[in-house]
């Protein structure tokens, strides 16, 4: 990641903080008596969680191309998940993590290429990511909308959720606030990548 070493450091505490509390809650669920094959839908959103928002803490402080090929083959795992999946919740939410995984490899990938319109040795601040301006607009379009909607979410009471017969449970605030985290930690990569 390019820019100020403080925003480095604030975006990999802010993400090493959200899948620490990820990680938390799969080892807590764990304790939990298994349902059978709710038991592993439960957990599979936080797992991708802890393995997304830990991914972002370690790109935020170390980038480098290494970082793409695992979130390009983990995009591709998630949203041919998404596509064959037939609960609508974890569909969706594979195909969220898909395109943050997609977003991540694209960075990645994307700041490898060297700074655009500068000289090699003259990289600092005036850096900008090799990748299309369109894609970066169309994924920062995504990140910052979907932190909103999530945030906004923050604000619902907890029983203010689904409605009876819909199949999906309901999620506490906490989740929702370390989801629209994410969601602002991702819009500030793709802003100072």
Do not use: K
């Not at 609960?87 to 655009?116: F, Q």
Request: charge should be positive; include cysteine.
């Amino acid at each position: 990641m390019h820019g100020p070493a403080l925003v480095s450091w604030l975006l990999a505490v802010l993400a090493g903080g959200t899948g620490g509390y990820c990680g938390w809650r799969v080892h807590r669920r764990r304790a939990q008596p298994p349902c059978g094959g709710e038991h592993r839908a439960r957990h599979e959103p936080d797992v991708l969680e802890a393995a997304m928002a830990l991914g972002m803490a370690g790109m935020a402080l170390l980038p480098g191309v290494f970082w793409g090929w695992p979130y390009a083959l983990l995009a591709a795992v998630l949203l041919v998940g998404a596509l064959a999946g037939r609960d609508g919740g974890l569909r969706a939410h594979r195909l969220h993590h898909g395109i943050g995984a997609l977003a991540m490899a694209y960075m990645a990938l994307a700041m490898a290429g060297g700074p655009v319109g500068g000289p090699a040795g003259h990289a600092g601040h005036h850096a900008r990511m090799g990748g299309p301006p369109v894609l970066t607009g169309l994924l920062l379009v995504y990140f910052g909308g979907y932190a909103l909607w999530e945030g906004s979410r923050v604000l619902v009471p907890a029983n203010a959720g689904p409605g009876p017969g819909t199949g999906a449970a309901v999620v506490g605030p906490l989740p929702r606030a370390c989801r629209a985290a994410m969601g602002i930690g991702m819009f500030a990569m793709l802003l100072t990548a």
